[in-house]
């Protein structure tokens, strides 16, 4: 990125929502090359300094020294409710309460303040330790050897030995995510003081922890009655890790991002949530289903359509279902491009009913397709009520479709 130099006057603010059509503003090319690289909006230069800002269908936060840009779902979602989405498509056992998300104008302020109190809640009865399998080579036997490492690399010597065992040790997975959360909400140019102290000085806990390589794979860890008090911020640091980037450079470079895509977000969501509660009825949920729309012999002509979920039972495809967060307005659905999708998922998988999910609160809606007996439910999931209500509404949409399959099957008795 373009080094971003700072400034002595407070960064400009500009709050876009997802829907609309932008605005145009003063921006600096540096800040325009930022943002246009984030992939959170689009910076077009007009002349004389004056770009046209417009969303791309992305939501989040851009933050430079002298520009921060927010791009906010179109429901007006608080941090908490985003995370909640966010996370849970994840870990089914992500909720509001895992987070304790500040609720504050900025979203930077709001990831930091959270951050900073349950990294505060981990570390307070000190520093997690945990086991880690080491693999070295000594001239005495430590753990087990490795044989067919000893044979590979040292045909015919006794030593050293190519050993494997297990550490109790800080340098943990649960350590190292933590640490990494901290070390990149603290490189966010703009967070508070107050806040900044925090974050640095829990880091500083964790000093002997290995340091994370920027884009490397975040390791593996596993809910246990052992980490219990780190969980919760874990989970936010693996969102923080996964969406938001930080680059503090040479002291003069500071510049941040935190971009998702609703689209994907609450596909993921709907999907993980759907599965989860249709896990109480007979058959198996799966998610992103292939399935073939036209006759073909050579699979170059194949046409194939992936619905977001389809519901089996004895292999036999009888529900589907699609996501789609572009479909909400104020008023209800989508009334064109999408019903021809699930038009088209019913024909390809001979299933009569399919279900819309959209994020709204309007009223569930039936439509029959003239000349045939298939219809499309749109059903509304309102993002806003609290993240118990939403599953419940996904428990609902399970039950409902469930007995739409055992009306079908009596019918065709």
Known sequence: MTALRASSQPARRI???????????????????????????????????????????????????????????????????????????????????????VEEADLWSALAESLAQLADRALSRGVLQGYLTVDESLRTVKGRIRISDQISRRPGMLVPLEVSYDEFTEDIAENRILRAALERMSQVPGVRPEALSRLRQLKGKLAAVTRLQSGAPLPAWRPSRMNTRYQASLRLSEVILRHASAEAGDGTQQSASFVVDMSVVFADFVGTALREAMAAYPGEMRLRYNALLNEAVRDSDRIVVQPGAVHLLGGRPVMVYDAKYQAAADVGASLSGDHYRMLAYCTSLRVPTAWLVYPGAGEIKLRRILNTDIDVVEFPLDLSRPPAEILASVADLAQQSWGEVVRQATISR
């Not at 605005?23 to 325009?32: F, I």
């Not at 690289?37 to 992305?58: C, D, F, H, N």
């Not at 020294?65 to 056992?93: C, I, M, N, S, W």
Request: hydrophobic share 45%; proline share 3%; charged share 25%.
């Open 15 to 101: 709050v876009l929502d997802e829907l609309s059509g932008g605005v145009v503003d003063r921006l600096d090319a540096a800040s325009a090359a930022y943002v246009n690289g984030s992939g959170l909006a689009k910076a077009s230069p007009l002349g004389l300094g004056l770009y046209r800002i417009e969303p791309v269908g992305k939501v989040g936060s851009v933050r430079t020294a002298t520009l921060q840009l927010e791009v906010r779902p179109k429901e007006r979602l608080g941090l908490g409710r985003l995370l909640f989405l966010l996370g849970y498509a994840g870990d089914q056992g992500f909720r509001e309460d895992s987070v304790a998300a």
